[in-house]
């Protein structure tokens, strides 16, 4: 069955630290992978795609097909930053993303 | 362009009854897809519409339906309601039913059942 995991529910760190957040997938076949943001009282909308291979905002993320893992990376964590991070993918007939259960992000000042 | 809008924000219903909910999806896109948010979790696929048909369905009962309109615009409905029937339920556009295009999601109706 195809499944995102994203096991961090939380993850709080300072301003100007370092940010991983992890994402884990399981799929039969080659996966598109994204990463959606919800800032507080906002919508949610795209971060980012695997297939862009862009950087936004300062993050980035690599897809591992070895690991089955789509980590969200950024060298030096902001407040703004803050907010509910979801990994999502698509399977093979396009269109339906399956969302993980999201990491929400506490930067601190 | 005001991008996807969902009416209505709010809404409280009894159980065993009746709702509909309502998308208007970006301008120049012709998909949409519904998902369902319970508290503290990812958004759960329900279904997706292209050319007024159903495309694609998650695994959600058939007291989920929906509809699409020639102007692009959905609707869900949602028949015999259930208390585990309350969440978010966002709607989300696209330009095209492909994985690959961005979705741009509404707001969200906020389902209360009781």
């Known amino acids: 069955a195809q499944r995102v995991t994203q096991p961090e529910k939380l993850l709080s760190v300072f301003k100007g630290a370092p940010v991983e957040l992890k994402c884990n997938y399981s799929y039969s076949g080659s996966p598109e992978l994204f990463w959606y943001v919800q800032y507080s009282r906002q919508r949610l909308q795209l971060l980012l795609r695997?297939?862009s291979r862009e950087s936004i905002k300062g993050f980035t993320a690599d897809l591992n097909k070895g690991e089955t893992s789509f980590h969200l990376k950024k060298p030096f964590a902001q407040e703004e930053d803050s907010a509910m991070y979801y990994c999502?993918?698509?399977?093979?007939?396009?269109?339906?993303?399956?969302f993980g259960q999201g990491t929400e992000l506490s930067v601190k000042p | 362009d005001a991008g996807v809008t969902q009416s209505p924000t709010h809404l409280i219903k009894t159980r065993g009854q009746q709702v509909t909910l309502r998308c208007s999806p970006k301008?120049?896109?012709?998909?949409v897809s519904w998902y369902q948010q319970a508290l503290g979790q990812g958004p759960q696929f329900i279904f997706q519409?292209?050319?007024?048909?159903?495309?694609q369905r998650g695994n959600f009962p058939d007291r989920f339906s929906g509809h699409q309109f020639p102007n692009y615009s959905s609707e869900l409905n949602v028949n015999a309601l259930l208390l585990g029937d309350s969440a978010l339920y966002l709607c989300?556009?696209?330009?095209?039913?492909?994985?690959?295009?961005?979705?741009?999601f509404g707001p969200g109706t906020r389902l209360t059942v009781t």
């Open positions: 519409y292209y050319e007024e048909e159903e495309r």
């Open positions: 301008s120049g896109h012709d998909t």
């Open positions: 999502a993918l698509t399977d093979n007939q396009g269109g339906k993303l399956i």
């Open positions: 695997h297939i």
């Open positions: 989300a556009s696209s330009p095209d039913y492909r994985g690959s295009y961005e979705q741009y």
